[in-house]
């Protein structure tokens, strides 16, 4: 113990009165760091030589925004199967928003190492440095490992790719369709963005930005600041995000009609259930951190498409803890839950409670 004791400082030490034990923890955390550090370059080795767009066959299950949700992530694999007994395709967004986007990203690139083949990571807007710079993963990142491990993240972030097409009748996205395509190709030459202005540029900002609009825009309109913008010789509403495009029916169908698509799938909003489809089901969106926020009470979900394109849901109730306060909210989300287990003679409406 003596010489235990003349360890503690040394006259002239960088880390002069560290203990035995603290000197412990630095090195445990270095270690560690380095550990990290491997993964992270070991996962963007693996997505450098990807293209922008992926080529992926179906059986498939296909996971909207997670949001450092790790408990949600976790639930679903508990439901379905862990890779690689499960070929997944996440739609990006991995980060931002909850407390545990390091280790949903660690998880996922883990994952991406050990069953390259079976898990697809597309990039979603909050992989993009100016968005998680802001909304969470930077303090996050920064709190856990230092900044230089967030700025070492942004060299993976900007080797996902943008979109997927699935078989040949889907095409998965995080955020939209873009306009300024031609054909295919446009999809096939497309490079991936790899600093904060080319993220803002082209086809990409569509694909991790658009969004599909109800309203009466049929085509495409900018997504603008201001609370009305011109769509032909229309003014209408719209969600601002001040970024990319909005986009209709007549533009959906025109772009599905011209590919030769089925269904386009993509994350990036919210959904009470879960999941959304609209414009007669050519479009679905698939949302999976439940209870987004600590302060929404939808569900979060999870599409599976089957070897002959069948659609089905596993649907995840977020999970409230009863108090006289919520005690509303609680019995709405309670009714939902029941019309959402509803039979349906669709098959493509098959949900799956956990």
């Known amino acids: 113990m003596s010489k235990l004791k003349e360890m503690k400082s040394r006259t002239g030490d960088i880390f002069q009165g560290e203990t035995v034990d603290q000197l412990a923890h630095r090195i445990i955390e270095h270690v560690i760091d380095r550990v990290l550090l491997l993964n992270l370059f070991q996962t963007e080795s693996i997505l450098k030589p990807l293209p922008a767009m992926l080529e992926i066959e179906h059986p498939l299950t296909i996971v909207g925004d997670i949001h450092g949700q790790l408990d949600a992530l976790i639930r679903y694999f508990d439901a379905v199967g862990y890779p690689p007994k499960v070929q997944f395709l996440f739609l990006g967004d991995y980060v931002d928003r909850g407390a545990k986007a390091l280790e949903v990203s660690l998880l996922l690139f883990c994952y991406k190492v050990r069953h390259p083949h079976m898990l697809h990571l597309l990039r979603g807007n909050h992989e993009c440095m100016k968005m998680n710079r802001l909304y969470g993963f930077h303090e996050e990142v920064a709190r856990k490992r230092g900044s230089t491990m967030w700025r070492r993240y942004q060299n993976v972030f900007n080797e996902l790719p943008l979109c997927a ?190």
């Not at 900018?222 to 029916?249: H, K, P, T, Y």
Request: net charge positive.
């Open 165 to 354: 097409r699935v078989g040949q009748r889907i095409l998965c996205m995080h955020g939209g369709i873009p306009q300024n395509y031609k054909s295919w190709d446009s999809f096939r030459e497309l490079k991936k963005p790899k600093t904060p202005k080319k993220c803002d540029e082209g086809l990409q900002v569509d694909l991790m930005w658009a969004d599909p609009t109800q309203d009466k825009c049929n085509v495409f309109a900018m997504n603008m600041v201001s609370d009305r913008a011109s769509c032909g010789s229309l003014n209408v509403m719209f969600q601002q995000r001040a970024i990319s495009v909005i986009f209709g029916e007549k533009a959906l169908t025109d772009f599905m009609k011209k590919l030769g698509l089925s269904l386009i799938v993509r994350a990036h909003e919210v959904s009470q259930e879960g999941f959304n489809f609209m414009f007669d089901r050519k479009i679905v969106t698939v949302f999976s951190a439940p209870y987004y926020c600590g302060n929404d009470t939808n569900c979060g979900a999870i599409m599976h498409v089957s070897p002959s394109y069948e659609i089905s849901f596993t649907v995840l109730r977020p999970r409230m803890i009863l108090t006289p306060e919520n005690t509303e909210v609680v019995r709405q989300m309670e009714n939902n839950y029941k019309t959402l287990m509803a039979l349906s003679p669709d098959p493509s409406e098959i949900y799956i409670m956990i």
